[in-house]
């Protein structure tokens, strides 16, 4: 068993019946949904999903875990996924995905937001290893990288997986990922991106995660706000 399957397993162990769950996104949000689907056959757990994107809805269905739409809820009980970074104070990076918007949509309705993460992925600010993601819209990326730029951020709009176009989240934006450079305030810089006009989301999840999960060569340490 790897880090990633040990601390989804464990992440899934917070799940109880009657709950309505929020699904993740990438391969550790993977291994909770697999392990879901498991205690849904062989210990009859009874739970209602909404996923963070259409792969992780796919991937549940495909498994039989009953689901809703997002359209149908203001708040619930647990959501569970990664990060691509997370700092001492619980602050995440998320996005190289780029499904930003339901991702933190489901973090701020959670009664509880659980994070897990391999401890490889601690950094000492956020961006520090990968670019920040940052959703725009189409028709005002190039004011909003200027802005962007203003705050001392470098970066371009992501291409597609192909290189022969670029990237288009599921409601039709573009993501510039930017780079912001030396160390700086997470806090900060979360307000500053919020206040870029154009922008419908970003990577940075500060003051959102009730849990952190790590896990370090099979083990795998909770730390909780």
Not at 159 to 188: C, E, I, R, Y
Not at 201 to 218: M, R, S, V, W, Y
């Amino acid at each position: 068993m790897n880090d990633k399957q040990s601390v989804a397993l464990a992440a899934a162990k917070h799940v109880k019946s009657g709950m309505l769950v929020g699904l993740g996104t990438g391969s550790t949000a993977n291994y909770f949904i697999a392990e879901l689907a498991r205690r849904q056959r062989e210990e009859a757990l009874k739970i209602t999903t909404v996923a963070s994107s259409v792969t992780s809805a796919m991937y549940a269905h495909s498994l039989q875990l009953p689901s809703i739409a997002i359209e149908q809820l203001s708040t619930i009980d647990l959501y569970v996924d990664g990060a691509d970074e997370y700092t001492s104070d619980k602050c995440l990076l998320k996005g190289r995905g780029s499904d930003l918007v339901k991702e933190k949509l489901l973090a701020q309705a959670a009664k509880t937001f659980i994070a897990v993460a391999e401890a490889s992925k601690r950094v000492d600010y956020l961006g520090q290893k990968f670019a920040i993601p940052i959703e725009v819209l189409p028709n005002a990326w190039q004011l909003a990288k200027r802005s962007l730029e203003a705050l001392g951020g470098v970066g371009e709009l992501r291409p597609n997986t192909n290189k022969d176009g670029l990237w288009v989240t599921s409601h039709g934006s573009l993501v510039l990922d930017m780079q912001f450079q030396g160390s700086h305030d997470a806090v900060a810089l979360n307000q500053a991106i919020n206040n870029v006009p154009g922008v419908v989301e970003h990577g940075i999840f500060c003051g959102l995660c009730d849990a952190l999960l790590i896990a370090e060569n099979g083990k795998v340490s909770e730390h909780w706000a």
